[in-house]
């Protein structure tokens, strides 16, 4: 609120009309007053400038961070740290350090923080037209889902916002086409999901789910799915019948640790999907769009998916993009008013969905993935350290599996904040690392150095204990 100092020096710039109104006493007088309120003024401004500061460095970021805490669901453990600007690889918090960001938003922000075209792409349709919703047609959709559709190999696209949603969409058409093209019985069709999988947190999609945390406290689940363990494709073989709709599987679970398969494990799930007319779903949120160093961890094995789910990065790091995109023959299921979305395929997210797509492509992301993965994941696996049990993973897409007896991956994650580093633990034993894939190897080469001296620190703090 404005003090009277305030006030009175802010009247003396506007105008003395107002001046006179409040200073009947005249105007050598008032220019006095005026004076008077002006040093007020200035000295009090100077008060405010050096408490605003003070607040800066010292006690303002806090009290933002339990601002945040006061009034959000506690729903998320947040590193101990405050983000206020992102360019490319770096984000910066309220005291102008840098951190070089090596999780990315969790794979959302594979074409680095605020790419200046994809800015642009933003920019100029929220100028021009936003959202529309799909009651209307709009010049972005079409373009954007034919981008989408001829890259992937797919015929049609069904837009939605995010990732667990366009799950939701894929389990939804598997279903309906069980009953509409397979002939399964009504009320009967089977959905197969893999031992740890992770496809989002609605409850269709948590119905999959095998991680108990997710699951507790928020029952019934849906009827008719089961989960089988990953990487075997035997057990996926015993549990197929006749009223299996579709097979859900992440060609890498990303979640549950960066966990690979066996080699030749989707060519083998996808040999029987054929065999026993069940939908393939690829689950490609995370590991889509270059993150494995392909467009698709699926062409790790020349495998094509009846059905995929991209999201996540498609978004271009700006916006929640998601997309469901199958066969004609499992899409045309869909009938007008079966499915929808009010934000889903808008404008703006069209514009941007197709600026992320052709950035990929024309700055060569995918590739660059495949190089700095490799050199990333041959630099961590050269340096050795007792409180590693494996590193794994392909592309731009590491996690290094700790010795939960000897050190949490958390706290590897917190001495890596304090050394300019965003990573983020996950299941309390792995450390996952999905830099955005404009890294640089300077850039990956200063990140080594970093993670040679948190290991020997904490090496070091175990053989103290
Ligand atoms: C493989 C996979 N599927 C689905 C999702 C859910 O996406 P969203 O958080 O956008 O709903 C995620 C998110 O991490 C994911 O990794």
């Not at 395929?345 to 797509?357: E, Q």
Request: charged share 20%.
């Amino acid at each position: 609120m404005a003090t009277p100092a305030i006030e009175a020096a802010v009247a003396s710039i506007m105008g003395s009309s107002i001046i006179n109104s409040n200073c009947p006493a005249g105007p050598a007088i008032f220019s006095v007053e005026v004076f008077g309120a002006v040093l007020t003024c200035v000295s009090e401004a100077f008060v405010i400038l050096g408490t605003l500061c003070f607040n800066r460095r010292h006690s303002m970021p806090d009290s933002l961070i339990e601002h945040e805490a006061r009034y959000c669901a506690q729903n998320y453990a947040p590193l101990p740290v405050m983000v206020v600007r992102g360019a490319d690889c770096y984000v910066w918090d309220r005291d102008g350090r840098r951190y070089l960001d090596m999780m990315s938003a969790y794979s959302a922000v594979s074409h680095g923080h605020c790419h200046p075209r994809l800015v642009r792409a933003l920019t100029e349709q929220a100028s021009k037209l936003a959202v529309v919703s799909r009651a209307v047609y709009s010049d972005k959709l079409g373009p954007f889902l034919e981008r989408a559709c001829s890259l992937t190999h797919m015929d049609r696209a069904l837009p939605m916002n995010s990732g667990a949603e366009a799950v939701e969409t894929a389990l939804k058409a598997a279903r309906k086409w069980a009953y509409a093209v397979k002939g399964v019985p009504s009320g009967q069709a089977e959905i197969i999901a893999c031992e740890g999988n992770f496809h989002g947190r609605t409850l269709g999609v948590l119905s999959l789910s095998t991680e108990p945390q997710y699951r507790e406290g928020f029952g019934p689940f849906m009827a008719g799915c089961k989960a089988v363990p990953y990487g075997n494709a035997d057990a996926l073989a015993s549990a197929i019948t006749p009223n299996t709709a579709a097979f859900i599987v992440e060609p890498i679970q990303g979640e549950a640790g960066i966990r690979l398969p066996p080699p030749r494990y989707l060519e083998a799930c996808a040999e029987l999907c054929r065999k026993h007319r069940v939908l393939l779903i690829a689950d490609e949120i995370q590991s889509g769009l270059g993150r494995t160093g392909k467009l698709l961890a699926c062409e790790h094995e020349s495998v094509q998916p009846d059905c995929l789910v991209l999201g996540k990065s498609l978004g271009g790091g700006l916006l929640p993009i998601s997309l469901f995109l199958a066969s004609a023959a499992v899409m045309d299921v869909f009938r007008p008013g079966d499915h929808g979305s009010t934000f889903g395929g808008n404008p703006l997210a069209a514009a941007v969905g197709l600026a992320a797509l052709e950035t990929l492509i024309d700055e060569r992301l995918i590739e660059r993935s495949a190089e700095s993965g490799a050199y990333l994941l041959g630099g961590l696996q050269r340096i050795n350290s007792p409180l590693i049990r494996e590193i794994r993973g392909r592309g731009l897409w590491i996690g290094v599996d700790f010795d939960a007896a000897h050190v949490s991956a958390r706290r590897i994650a917190e001495r890596l904040l304090a050394r300019g580093i965003l990573a983020k633990e996950t299941h309390g034993t792995v450390l996952r690392f999905a830099p955005p894939l404009t890294i640089t190897r300077e850039q990956i080469d200063w990140a080594l150095g970093q993670w040679t001296d948190v290991l020997r620190e904490a090496e070091n703090e175990l053989t103290r204990i």
